[in-house]
């Protein structure tokens, strides 16, 4: 079973900068070898969790228009890791991340809740005006 781990949440003020990372463990034989897609996710209290960005097992990243520019994803394959480092930060951006993988495309998935049978627990990001 695929475990995901996040850390690196805390509180800033805005305009400052987090490294969120995801230590994902649990690989079979089966699932080393499928293609992955590996996102971050935010849910703000009161609203829905939505996808924040995305990198298939090729490199190609997606990302929600309100962060792309501030965010960037990255995987390193080597440590079994999922970062998302995130600069500018506004206090919008202030929500519980969430590491999710799903074997398959990316395409069409970054706005999709469903379909991630793999979810981390959250990491909490307080943005400070």
């Known amino acids: 079973q695929v475990q995901l781990v996040e850390s690196g949440g805390g509180s800033v003020q805005a305009g400052g900068s987090l490294r969120l990372s995801c230590a994902q463990s649990g690989y079979t034989y089966s699932t080393y070898y499928s293609t992955f897609c590996m996102g971050w996710f935010r849910q703000a209290p009161g609203k829905e969790r939505e996808g924040v960005a995305t990198i298939s097992s090729a490199g190609t990243t997606s990302y929600l228009d309100s962060v792309k520019g501030r965010f960037t994803i990255s995987q390193d394959n080597a440590e079994n890791t999922l970062y998302l480092e995130m600069n500018s930060l506004k206090p919008e951006d202030t929500a519980t991340y969430y590491c999710?993988?799903?074997?398959?495309?990316?395409?069409?998935?970054?706005?999709?809740?469903?379909?991630?049978?793999?979810w981390g627990k959250g990491t909490l990001v307080t943005i400070s005006s």
């Open positions: 999710a993988a799903r074997i398959g495309s990316c395409m069409g998935w970054l706005h999709r809740n469903y379909g991630w049978p793999y």
